[in-house]
């Protein structure tokens, strides 16, 4: 869902028309993020996670230590919170997939690697959360069709990896 701008809501003017735009781009927001959680261990999840984008023949090509790097950095941005206990992002892709996107427009480069985070909330250190950004939506139908193979993937990988239905 593409989040509309100014011109979307011309028909409704004033506070109407600007709180019409901020709940219209709250929802595109909330739905570009697909969320899941499963209680465990953060490293048990992440090997989960691992061996279910391995077992599709993909390769992870880098890990970003995001809960690291936030810690590392807390004093010197003045931070006054801890935003996780855990947080980790593995990046892949697929040569199918990916190509497929690709083919349909090359500007779908820009959804390539593909993302899945891990986190562990520090009052709730035995949930760990799965994320990933929803793609679909965007350009042709060939396009959008393509990009509904990448959330259809990321979603596999991760209920997979979750032990979710």
Same mark, same amino acid.
């Given at each position: 869902?593409?989040?509309?701008?100014?011109?979307?809501? &011309?028909?409704?003017?004033?506070?109407? $028309?600007?709180?019409?735009?901020?709940?219209?781009?709250? %929802?595109?927001? #909330?739905?570009?993020?697909?969320?899941?959680?499963?209680?465990?261990?953060?490293?048990?999840?992440?090997?989960?996670?691992?061996?279910?984008?391995? /077992?599709? $023949?993909?390769?992870? +090509?880098?890990?970003?230590?995001?809960?690291?790097?936030? =810690?590392?950095?807390?004093?010197?941005? /003045?931070?006054?919170?801890?935003?996780?206990? &855990?947080?980790?992002?593995?990046?892949?892709? *697929? @040569?199918?997939? *990916? &190509?497929?996107?690709? =083919?349909? +427009?090359? @500007?779908?480069? #820009?959804?390539?690697?593909?993302? !899945?985070?891990?986190?562990?909330?520090?009052?709730?250190?035995?949930?760990?959360?799965? !994320?990933?950004?929803? !793609? *679909? /939506?965007?350009?042709? +139908?060939? *396009?959008?069709?393509?990009?509904?193979?990448?959330?259809?993937?990321?979603?596999?990988?991760? &209920?997979?990896? %979750? /032990? %979710?239905?």
């Amino acid at each position: 869902m593409r989040t509309p701008s100014i011109h979307a809501v &011309r028909g409704i003017t004033g506070w109407m $028309g600007l709180l019409a735009l901020c709940l219209a781009s709250a %929802l595109a927001q #909330a739905q570009t993020i697909a969320r899941f959680s499963t209680q465990g261990e953060f490293d048990v999840v992440k090997e989960e996670v691992l061996l279910a984008i391995q /077992g599709r $023949g993909l390769v992870v +090509d880098h890990t970003s230590y995001i809960g690291n790097m936030l =810690e590392r950095t807390a004093k010197d941005v /003045g931070a006054g919170k801890r935003v996780y206990a &855990r947080a980790e992002a593995v990046q892949f892709c *697929s @040569a199918v997939v *990916s &190509r497929n996107t690709m =083919e349909a +427009d090359p @500007a779908n480069i #820009a959804f390539c690697p593909y993302v !899945v985070a891990l986190y562990v909330l520090p009052d709730d250190p035995k949930t760990v959360h799965a !994320v990933f950004r929803r !793609v *679909s /939506g965007a350009g042709s +139908d060939a *396009s959008r069709a393509s990009l509904r193979e990448v959330d259809a993937l990321l979603e596999a990988i991760v &209920r997979e990896a %979750l /032990g %979710l239905k």
